[in-house]
């Protein structure tokens, strides 16, 4: 590879950004940054985007270290630069204005499971999370097959096509991983998931009309979100005397949005054990979600853990487990 898409000074090979297309220079800039590799310890790889046509490679506390385009939408009359990636001859260019490559593939999902292989060889580093949509939805095995240590985070995104059942289990119940899990999907019409929810930490849904009461109390999370939900007032009534009776133990802020929370029904016969609060204030669970607590009831288990339940206006129940923990899990 030519150098001049390397357009900036020495130094800044410390970035990681910078290091990647460095490294494609030559075997022995290629052998030096591997050389230079250690990764602080609060960096994370990201793999993914929303769409398998934007898929990238990242690092949380830097821009897109390489990314993968479709090599019929690349024009001709630019000047062809090639690397050597995945076994195989691969055009880049250098993005104009953030100054990361652009890998060319005819197969998309082989250039995203090949700019992950080399990123991670490079620097010797786990992914931490990956952003899957249906096309790039083999990226979960591929990722956690070639590391020892489970993804952290998974999220899945995609709009434009609906995730199969067997996706939809894999994604719940098979795939590691050992903090959170994100989908922003429809589901089949038919779809219901007739296992128990195993242990994670954060469980974000952004469509869950499939969610039954059943599900919800096999529930181990510390944060829960289920928006566009089924629930009944009466289901939410349940989880409540579920979570004071001990279960859900480790939960520490649950919202569910209904579109038609009515808080005297959640809490039916509970008021005996409720105390009506004003002005909680803001509410910052371990995974960055904040919530204001404007008006409520506060509950309390028999352990003496205090919870403010409380109706918002976009039809949404909250459960603030106290004490507020700032604690990132992430």
């Known amino acids: 590879m030519n150098c001049k898409f390397l357009h900036f000074i020495c130094f800044q090979i410390y970035f990681f950004q910078f290091r990647v297309p460095l490294s494609f220079c030559s075997q022995k800039s290629h052998s030096v940054i591997k050389t230079l590799r250690k990764v602080p310890h609060d960096e994370r790889l990201l793999v993914g985007g929303p769409y398998i046509n934007s898929s990238f490679l990242s690092f949380t506390n830097c821009d897109c270290v390489l990314s993968t385009g479709n090599s019929a939408y690349i024009s001709s009359s630019e000047k062809e630069e090639y690397v050597k990636l995945g076994g195989q001859k691969v055009r880049v260019k250098m993005h104009r204005l953030v100054e990361y490559l652009i890998t060319y593939w005819e197969d998309k999902l082989t250039g995203l499971k090949a700019i992950t292989d080399y990123v991670t060889d490079l620097f010797n580093i786990d992914v931490s999370e990956v952003r899957v949509c249906k096309d790039s939805f083999k990226m979960i095995e591929h990722v956690n097959i070639k590391q020892k240590t489970p993804l952290e985070k998974v999220v899945y995104v995609d709009w434009n096509v609906v995730p199969s059942e067997d996706e939809m289990n ?9 903090s959170q899990i994100c989908i922003n999907s429809e589901a089949l019409p038919d779809f219901r998931f007739s296992n128990n929810f195993r242990r994670i930490d954060c469980l974000e849904i952004s469509n869950s009309k499939w969610v039954t009461i059943d599900n919800l109390l096999t529930m181990d999370g510390i944060d829960i979100h289920l928006n566009n939900a089924s ?8 989880f409540l005397r579920h979570w004071l009776s001990g279960g859900s133990p480790r939960l520490k802020l649950f919202c569910a949005r209904t579109g038609s929370v009515d808080i005297f029904q959640v809490l039916a016969g509970l008021l005996d054990n409720a105390v009506l ?5 803001d509410y910052t669970c371990p995974f960055g979600y904040s919530r204001t607590l404007s008006f409520g009831y506060d509950v309390k288990r028999g352990d003496g853990v205090t919870a403010t339940v409380c109706e918002q206006m976009n039809g949404t ?14």
Not at 170 to 178: A, E, G, H, V
Not at 277 to 281: A, I, K, L, P, T
């Open 170 to 178: 894999y994604i719940l119940r098979d795939c590691r991983c050992s």
């Open 317 to 330: 129940l909250v459960i603030a487990v106290w004490p507020e923990t700032t604690y990132n899990y992430n």
């Open 277 to 281: 609060v004003e002005d909680r204030g």
């Open 231 to 238: 629930l009944t007032n009466s289901d939410l009534n349940v």
